[in-house]
């Protein structure tokens, strides 16, 4: 019976303990824009939007950032939510994928890939 009762306190307390680890730790998104041959682009604009009305007229982006070397962008303290991603560099976009992100897990980096052609 000692076991037991010792076995559901220990599994109630890492339970605790994520879920304020996960209050503590901000949400972040972290995008990798690659082109259709996989490699990675530098200098693209990456914006993300909460709603598709926003992403579809390019209004009211959450945050705007231009990828690093590695094609990388990463957006700190968002909500755990799904985000619209645009991404552009010269005459190439997302449009045509990987445009909707999954739910955002909440205390976690979030990563993501959009190809842009």
């Known amino acids: ?30 995008i990798t824009v690659i082109d259709g041959l996989g490699n990675f682009v530098e200098g ?31 957006f700190k303290e968002v909500k755990p939510m799904a985000y619209f991603v645009e991404a552009k560099f010269e005459d190439k976009n997302n449009n045509a994928a990987g445009v909707k992100t999954g739910e955002l897990e909440e205390g976690r980096i979030n990563k993501v890939n959009t190809v842009i052609d």
């Open 44 to 74: 693209a604009t990456v914006s993300i939007y909460e709603t598709e009305k926003d992403y579809l007229a390019s209004e009211n982006a959450v945050a705007t950032l231009k990828t690093d070397k590695k094609g990388r962008v990463t």
């Open 1 to 30: 019976m000692r076991i037991i009762t010792l076995i559901a306190l220990l599994v109630a307390g890492t339970a605790s303990i994520e879920s304020t680890q996960a209050q503590l730790l901000p949400t972040k998104l972290r």
